[in-house]
């Protein structure tokens, strides 16, 4: 595996579930992102971890919850989702806030 | 504070023709600027960037951007299109240079016509 891994590609759940996202970089950057991609809007940052310290942008509603366990492995929880949570996820690594290496996107939709 | 605008949410152009994608910013202070390229069903990939050290940059594929501080603009333009460049691009700014702050554009949707 090279670049920045994202699971799954794909994920379709309802409004009371409970599902998570996961990026693995294989880069051995210092630096993880959670980025939000809706239609026609810019790109959104979610969260950063950097040297395992978290940095969130204060308008991310609750139900989006970011786990870093190490500086390879990132996760995002989500419950309780609403349907305008619909979007591509995309998850990016960095050294040291350098330039950005970005998955492939995990396609989130909410009934 | 920081933004960048993309003119046109959509572009297209014929193969061979020029590719002319336009990005303005505002910033307090000389900023960093981006370009990024999306691939269907892909992430983002660095087309070029601009640091201060030229103000004509060129990337990756055949694309350069050129930065004019007195129009405020970093517009992306490539000589003659390729099938192969169709894909939506985002411009950003950052006032540090660092991905902790960067700002991107709406993004551009270029379509190549045969």
């Known amino acids: 595996e090279t670049g920045v891994t994202q699971t799954p590609r794909h994920l379709v759940m309802g409004m009371t579930n409970k599902k998570s996202l996961k990026c693995e970089q294989h880069l051995g950057h210092n630096a993880m992102y959670w980025y939000k991609q809706s239609a026609k809007k810019p790109l959104e940052l979610m969260f950063v971890?950097?040297?395992?310290?978290?940095?969130e942008n204060n308008s991310v509603p609750s139900r989006f919850s970011p786990e870093c366990p190490n500086s390879s492995h990132l996760f995002l929880h989500l419950h309780t989702l609403q349907p305008e949570d619909s979007a591509l996820y995309l998850c990016?690594?960095?050294?040291?806030?350098?330039?950005?290496?970005f998955g492939e996107g995990s396609r989130l939709t909410v009934l | 504070a920081q933004s960048v605008t993309q003119l046109g949410s959509h572009v297209s152009v014929s193969e061979g023709a020029l590719v002319l994608l336009r990005c303005n910013y505002s910033?307090?202070?000389?900023?960093?600027l981006f370009w990024y390229v999306q691939y269907p069903n892909q992430g983002l990939q660095l087309l070029l960037k601009?640091?201060?050290?030229?103000?004509l940059v060129k990337g990756i594929n055949g694309f350069e951007a050129e930065f004019k501080k007195s129009e405020t603009s970093f517009h992306l333009t490539k000589p003659s299109a390729h099938m192969s460049d169709a894909a939506e691009y985002f411009c950003?700014?950052?006032?540090?240079?660092?991905?902790?702050?960067?700002?991107f554009g709406s993004g551009t949707q270029l379509t190549v016509l045969p």
């Open positions: 990016a690594s960095s050294q040291s806030g350098g330039e950005l290496f």
């Open positions: 950003a700014v950052s006032l540090s240079g660092s991905a902790r702050q960067l700002t």
């Open positions: 910033s307090s202070v000389p900023p960093y």
């Open positions: 601009y640091t201060s050290a030229a103000t």
């Open positions: 971890y950097s040297l395992e310290e978290r940095v």
